[in-house]
């Protein structure tokens, strides 16, 4: 059974940089493309970014460009959101998600495994 592990949240200052990881378990890494997506208080779950396992094919929000990359690391299995330039409205709950295929899906319903996220807080 697939599992996602994420690590790295935490309180920083707005215009600060946090750096998010997420291990993959239980599975083979390959054929999976990955995502982060996050969830404000109050809000909907929402897509952030997305990468194919082999680290092609990035794909951003455009709330996020320019700000966070995506990135991965085939012999840790993990994939990575390095978050700079924070805001306060980038405080939420960050997801990490797979799926197989490497269609472009930003949809959270059509990802199949998830992990249980982390705590990003931005104070301004």
């Known amino acids: 059974q697939v599992q996602l592990v994420e690590s790295g949240g935490g309180l920083v200052q707005a215009g600060g940089s946090l750096r998010l990881s997420c291990a993959l378990s239980?599975?083979?890494?390959?054929?999976?493309?990955m995502a982060w997506f996050r969830q404000a208080p109050g809000k909907e779950r929402e897509f952030v970014a997305r990468?194919?396992?082999?680290?092609?094919?990035?794909y951003y929000a455009n709330f996020v460009k320019g700000r966070f990359i995506i990135s991965t690391d085939n012999a840790k299995n993990s994939v990575y959101l390095q978050m700079n330039n924070l805001k306060p409205e980038d405080t939420a709950v960050y997801y990490c998600?797979?799926?197989?295929?490497?269609?472009?899906?930003?949809?959270?319903?059509?990802?199949?495994?998830w992990g249980q996220g982390t705590q990003v807080t931005v104070s301004s």
């Open positions: 998600a797979a799926r197989s295929g490497y269609g472009l899906v930003t949809t959270e319903s059509l990802y199949d495994y």
């Open positions: 239980g599975g083979t890494f390959s054929g999976y493309a």
């Open positions: 990468i194919i396992w082999y680290g092609d094919s990035r």
